[in-house]
């Protein structure tokens, strides 16, 4: 069983910064992409960033120049350093990895519990 465990959310005033984590843990055999995705109330889940194993990053244009995804492959762990943070930056953040389970043999989509990040004053 894979979990992925995400850390780092909060309140933040406009302009400010926040760091995310996420941990992935389990019966990991390797990890593909893993990203960030972001859903505000009402509307639909959302891409932020993804960072491939080899570090090639993609980015949604309303974050570019202000977050940076970043990954640890040793420990599993992905980042997202947020930024100039803006309100409607508000939303749930969730973690997201493709993973091969031992004796999966294929990859399949995780996701985290989700941690909510405030930007207002």
């Known amino acids: 069983q894979v979990q992925l465990v995400e850390s780092g959310g909060g309140l933040v005033q406009p302009g400010g910064s926040l760091r995310l984590s996420c941990a992935a843990s389990g019966s990991i055999f390797s990890i593909n992409h893993m990203g960030w995705y972001r859903q505000a109330p009402r509307k639909q889940r959302e891409l932020v960033a993804t960072?491939?194993?080899?570090?090639?990053?993609n980015y949604a244009d309303f974050v570019k120049g202000r977050f940076t995804i970043s990954r640890d492959n040793a420990k599993d762990t992905v980042y997202l350093q947020m930024n100039s943070l803006k309100p409607e930056d508000t939303a749930v953040y969730y973690c997201n990895a493709n993973i091969v389970e031992y004796g999966s043999g294929r990859y399949s989509a995780h996701w985290g519990q989700g941690t909510q990040v405030t930007v207002s004053s």
């Open positions: 960072v491939s194993s080899g570090g090639s990053t």
